[in-house]
């Protein structure tokens, strides 16, 4: 052993070696296949800057774009008990919730929060597809509750996006039993006289669709956003017919009247403003007056609901 082989061929080599790139700096649109920079995407909205199709955001993503300034207190949900039936398919329930939880960085498949959109006030609950595939569990049922007491508390209207496959089997019939319990939160709102808006986004099936994600006072969803309670085989098997094309399309709902707008992402914070005010009796938001707010909760800040 000399230095050429101690020093000069590792330099050579070190030269001449390629550097690895991160595999999170690109995303490919699923709808037209380009390649999207992750910081063009995220200026974007994450919406396609070459065909316009909303790809997935998560819910932190979408109240940092939402809310002035993107600063929101996150609002506190009881904690259910973990695994109540012990359930298992090819890995664990347990296992299952432990490694959704380090991908998404999320307790669960929703997440609440409270803020201003334009120096007006709201409560916003958003579900992430990615989180078990915004399945409906009890975690879900009590963030409803939860959003739906403070809103109630605060005298806030509620904001909710959804995107669920549906109701949790591995929580059997107590994820079942989160639709008729989300359909009393929403009542709440309604008796308290607060506009509860859902923004169905792609995509919302099942038994979500079967509660809280249709019970809104005005409903609206991100464009091509898929919604519907069974899936589109599942009908065409049931009644042996094909389907129309577009059949759970947003834009078809919004054609045969189940939804009241269809709103691209990047119009979506003006146009619930709009309404927000509307339905609360305020008048029209003032753009450009927006201060930078004074005492301002740190971003995602834990705070009891109680």
Same mark, same amino acid.
């Given at each position: 052993?000399?230095?050429?082989?101690?020093?000069?061929?590792?330099?050579?080599?070190?030269?001449?070696?390629?550097?690895?790139?991160?595999?999170?700096?690109?995303?490919?649109?699923?709808?037209?296949?380009?390649?999207?920079?992750?910081?063009?995407?995220?200026?974007?909205?994450?919406?396609?800057?070459?065909?316009?199709?909303?790809?997935?955001?998560?819910?932190?993503?979408?109240?940092?774009?939402?809310?002035?300034?993107?600063?929101?207190?996150?609002?506190?949900v009881p904690e259910p008990v973990v695994d109540p039936l012990?359930?298992?398919?090819?890995?664990?329930? %347990?296992?299952?919730?432990? @490694? #959704? $939880?380090?991908? +998404?960085?999320?307790?669960?498949? /929703?997440?609440?929060?409270? =803020?201003?959109?334009?120096? %007006?006030?709201?409560?916003? @609950? #958003? $579900?992430?597809? +990615?989180?078990?595939?915004?399945? /409906?569990?009890?975690?879900? =049922?009590?963030?409803?509750?939860?959003?739906?007491?403070? @809103?109630?508390?605060?005298?806030?209207?509620?904001?909710?996006?959804?995107a669920s496959g549906g109701a949790r089997m591995q929580e059997?019939?107590?994820?079942?039993?989160?639709?008729?319990?989300?359909?009393?939160?929403?009542?709440?709102?309604?008796?308290?006289?607060?506009?509860?808006?859902?923004?169905?986004?792609?995509?919302?099936?099942?038994?979500?669709?079967?509660?809280?994600?249709?019970?809104?006072?005005?409903?609206?969803?991100?464009?091509?956003?898929?919604?519907?309670?069974?899936?589109?085989?599942?009908?065409?098997?049931?009644?042996?017919?094909?389907?129309?094309?577009?059949?759970?399309?947003?834009?078809?709902?919004?054609?045969?009247?189940?939804?009241?707008?269809?709103?691209?992402?990047?119009?979506?914070?003006?146009?619930?403003?709009?309404?927000?005010?509307?339905?609360?009796?305020?008048?029209?938001?003032?753009?450009?007056?927006?201060?930078?707010?004074?005492?301002?909760?740190?971003?995602?800040?834990?705070?009891?609901?109680?």
């Amino acid at each position: 052993m000399n230095w050429i082989t101690n020093y000069v061929r590792p330099k050579i080599n070190s030269l001449f070696s390629r550097r690895e790139v991160p595999e999170n700096l690109w995303t490919k649109c699923p709808e037209c296949g380009t390649m999207l920079f992750h910081r063009e995407l995220a200026a974007n909205i994450n919406v396609c800057t070459n065909c316009e199709h909303h790809v997935a955001i998560s819910p932190r993503e979408r109240f940092g774009a939402l809310f002035d300034g993107g600063i929101f207190t996150e609002v506190k949900v009881p904690e259910p008990v973990v695994d109540p039936l012990h359930f298992r398919d090819q890995k664990k329930y %347990t296992d299952r919730i432990k @490694a #959704a $939880q380090k991908a +998404s960085g999320e307790k669960d498949a /929703m997440l609440v929060a409270e =803020g201003e959109i334009n120096r %007006t006030p709201i409560v916003a @609950a #958003a $579900q992430d597809f +990615s989180f078990m595939a915004g399945s /409906m569990g009890m975690y879900v =049922g009590n963030a409803i509750i939860a959003a739906a007491e403070r @809103a109630v508390k605060l005298k806030r209207p509620l904001i909710l996006f959804s995107a669920s496959g549906g109701a949790r089997m591995q929580e059997g019939m107590l994820s079942l039993m989160q639709m008729p319990r989300t359909t009393v939160a929403v009542q709440l709102l309604k008796e308290a006289g607060l506009p509860y808006i859902v923004v169905l986004t792609h995509p919302t099936t099942g038994g979500v669709t079967a509660s809280y994600a249709m019970l809104g006072d005005v409903q609206i969803a991100e464009p091509n956003a898929q919604i519907g309670f069974a899936g589109a085989r599942v009908i065409e098997q049931t009644i042996r017919e094909k389907l129309p094309e577009g059949f759970q399309r947003a834009e078809y709902l919004l054609d045969h009247g189940m939804l009241d707008r269809v709103i691209h992402r990047k119009a979506m914070k003006d146009e619930l403003v709009t309404l927000v005010r509307m339905l609360t009796g305020q008048p029209p938001a003032i753009k450009g007056d927006l201060p930078a707010p004074t005492e301002a909760p740190a971003v995602g800040k834990v705070e009891a609901s109680a």
